[in-house]
């Protein structure tokens, strides 16, 4: 019955956004310093629960069905749990994302339209075995009012399930708070139920690698935030200083080279005086140089960089508009109005001069936290921070006033903005 | 081979909305007035194509294959090509929606994050019977540096083509206006092959009936922006004054019974002293009145009004959280408290205080144009004006900076807001 169990949890999901939209500021940050306290609290038990992940997992690590940094992510230390738990402390301290008033407009004498911020509602959010996601997810969502459930990967299982008791025991103990407002589930099935689930989750953010994404964005017809590929361009343009290009093409390749923002191709001015010079100190970096067509689709994840010569910064533009994943491209370039082209023209969420496209990510942004960088072209773009998990909607406040009086010309439309 | 045609065309539209986000506003604007200018020109011509479309419409009209509402919405009349070319010209008089600034922000001494306004990219744009929506969304999203592809209604084919005919002559005289910014397609096969265009497409908004919304949305990957039902809300509460009451209500209801924005349901307080005088009232303003729970689903778009009695204003809530269509709800009271609680709880993307709900409208709003109205719960909610057809990119701009610094702790984050 793992149908009726999902679709259960889903609808009591709904229910619960029903009444997180007017949740006072104050209850929501209690709870968040409560959810910090309890992790604190209890520490040793999360620890524990991880020494287990971490021993069936070393396992799978040994017999090669699991990846080193796969093994790295969900290995909690004590320095991982600090964070986990400041960056709770921290979300609490932010401005209530909710209730913001976005305009205030006189319709008409004694007719206010108001534009407010509100919650989305329900979130699913699938994500792989970073047992740190499932605080940060759980505050953020309940910073923005929104309700969520949560679908961690196997390998953390025990991790993830001592996190979520210790954190939903905080919060029941909160008055004012509805139950249900943070819920995990469990398995492969659930989330094929969650994907179907679009009369009762309104937004799903998956938190992953390349193939996780696509099969949610291929399986659903609710709303997707995120992003599979990570194909990220460094342009080298004629006029750029050569210290910063080799600085910023190694920072861009070599400081993370799994993450998504990291660059996989290089593309080069062909009057660059010193693009020989150039790759030569890139390979001495460790990096491995490739150079054919079929190249320009790769996410290498890995210290290999594709390059290619263009004849001008259209071109390069044009390569980038083609075969860019949309998440964050970059030119370095002393030439002002290379770069304001090329920063008008290229359409992806970052598009960067002159520094590395390790850049991209919601804590550099200064957003506090971030549920994920998304590449859509609606709703949110770029690193998401509490913004991404809020929609608007407009009250009209008046004292009688009818349609018929305005179409019959009795009344006229003042349109006054007052905020 | 009709699935090439339309793939050659949205690849097209595609390469067009890679050179329209650099695009100047005052080119976009000298297109707008040419294509204002030339429709004025054209008149006579349009006309005598509508002629021709009526024509062959009240055949099917006589024969009851065309509804007298669906008639009355093809049929051009002078008032309505004035209204058409007064639309685009000020249109062309608004702010330009792109390259706006929303955040400037020094994330360290001379390393400048922006946030700034950018078009979405192809619009696919699906519309009944109604010639005036071709020249009025080409305007919008000509304003807003986005290409679109339109599907009129086959009805109005003739007139859609005159029109289409007239735009497209008059942009391609302005220089720097790249081609294939504007097209239109004419067959159902092509909206087959329009849903099925994830990679060429972003953005689906269909201006019509139920049905054909309904089979969009569950038809396609592709973001769809819009709403299929219009089930709508007024509760009366029990302190309501009986004269808004019943104005509101007649108004929610008469005014124009097929509008997404008239009401269906009325919810009254079981305390309210003259609620059986109200639906006396209702009933002799030609208004017929039914209860029974089927009826909370039905969307009439006639002068048929469901009405149920309720307990209390968080009753009134939960049904209308239940049942609406999350388009636009009103209550009708004196109290202050049942209002405020009313405008917070409500998850609609209008909730109203005293006041008609035909006023949701973004001509009403005062947004100059609309693509449409919103039920989604994300991008955008409500009346959907140019802002709706824009999304943002982040622009990074430095002098060398690398995350490896950062990282490392040599450098440090400033974070300081400038705009």
Redesign the interface.
């Known amino acids: 019955m793992v149908e009726n169990n999902f679709l259960n949890i889903a609808i009591k999901a709904k229910e619960a ?2 009444k997180t ?2 949740l006072d500021s104050e209850i929501k940050n209690q709870a968040l310093i409560a959810m910090a306290k309890a992790l604190e609290l209890n520490k040793a038990s999360i620890f524990e629960a991880n020494q287990k992940d971490l021993e069936e997992a070393s396992v799978l690590l040994q017999n090669g069905e699991l990846s080193k940094s796969l093994f790295n992510r969900l290995k909690l230390d004590d320095n991982k749990m600090r964070d986990m738990i400041q960056g709770i402390v921290d979300i609490s301290k932010l401005d209530d994302p909710i ?1 913001k008033t976005l305009l205030v ?1 006189e ?1 008409d004498e004694g ?1 206010i ?1 108001k534009k407010i911020t ?1 919650p ?2 329900v979130l699913g959010i699938i994500f792989e075995a970073r047992p740190d996601v499932i605080s940060q997810i759980s505050a953020l969502a309940l910073k923005s009012s929104n309700v969520v459930i949560l679908k961690g990967g196997k390998e953390a299982i025990n991790t993830n399930k001592a996190i979520m008791n210790i954190i939903q025991e905080a919060i029941s103990k909160i008055d004012g708070l509805p139950a249900n407002i943070i819920t995990q589930v469990f398995t492969r099935d659930d989330v094929a139920e969650m994907l179907k689930c679009d009369k009762h989750i ?2 799903i953010i998956p938190r992953g690698g390349n193939s996780l994404v696509k099969y949610i ?2 399986n659903t ?1 609710i ?1 997707v ?1 995120g992003h599979a590929d990570g194909i990220c361009h460094l342009f080298i343009d004629k006029s750029a ?1 050569f ?2 290009a080799l ?2 093409a ?2 861009s390749k070599t ?1 993370y080279p799994s993450a998504c923002n990291s660059i996989e191709t290089l593309l080069i001015h062909k009057d660059f005086p010193k693009y020989s010079k150039l790759l030569d100190n890139l390979r001495n970096a460790g990096i491995e140089l490739v150079s054919n067509p079929e190249s320009w689709h790769i996410e290498y994840s890995d210290k290999i960089l594709s390059y290619k010569l263009v004849d001008s910064v259209e071109d390069a533009v ?1 390569h980038i ?1 083609t075969y860019s994943s949309g998440h964050t491209d970059g030119i370095i370039t002393e030439d002002k109005i290379s ?1 304001d ?1 090329f ?3 290229v ?10 496209t ?3 990510d919601g804590f ?3 957003f506090g936290a971030e549920v994920g960088i998304s590449t ?4 949110a ?3 998401v921070g509490l913004e991404g998990l809020t ?14 009086d ?2 019959d010309g009795k009344k006229k ?1 003042t ?1 006054k903005d007052i905020v």
């Open positions: 956004s029903k939209a007017v209730g407009r319709l007719l339209l509100c989305i509602g309104d937004l964005k291929e017809k709303p935030l200083d210290d910063k600085n910023i190694i920072d400081q044009m508009n770069a082209y920063l008008s023209a359409d992806s969420a970052g598009v960067y001069h002159n520094v590395s390790r850049f991209a550099r942004y200064g859509n072209k609606t709703h773009r770029g690193p929609i608007y909607k407009y009250t009209l406040e008046g004292n009688g006033q009818i349609v018929k305005y179409v439309f349109h």
